[in-house]
């Protein structure tokens, strides 16, 4: 009796084994139909590939974030950079990074939480300004804050240079 179960339960482990085995093959086969799919639908509806780009703008006064700061720099490049930004699809990023000089806090006391919050600020007025302005949703953008690390100038680390944001796209 026990050679028949035991031979009864070989039998059904084998028969689940051979359908979960075509289950997968078949889902697989499936999701590479979609893919295919979906790469010719993205081929034939992109009009336009939209290139990468960085726009860099350096100067900021001393511990400026707000949006009156924001304007003169941004000034020079929104018009290009707005019409870059409306091309791109909800599935594409910006990233926005801003960028300290090593005055402040951490000069003084070695931290960088000082400068890392400012130049965020920095970064996220950029980032809120094209949200206001142009309509570019939020969720196309990356904002972040870098501090004084990575600057522009490092022969002179107080340089206004430093004091930037970063767009970059790819």
Known sequence: MSKRVFIIFISVFT????MSF???KKQAKEEENNIVESTQVNATNDVESIPSFQYDLSGFKYKS???KDIKPKIKQVETELSEKLKKLGSKDTVFIYGYADKKGPEAKTGK???NLALS????QAVADYLVEKYG??????SVDGRGSSNLKDSSNPYSGKNRRVVISYK
């Open 22 to 24: 075509v289950s997968c």
């Open 112 to 114: 960088k939480m000082g």
């Open 15 to 18: 028969l689940f084994f051979l």
């Open 120 to 123: 965020r600020k920095r970064a």
């Open 65 to 67: 974030y707000n949006i």
């Open 136 to 141: 570019i949703p939020s969720s196309l953008f």
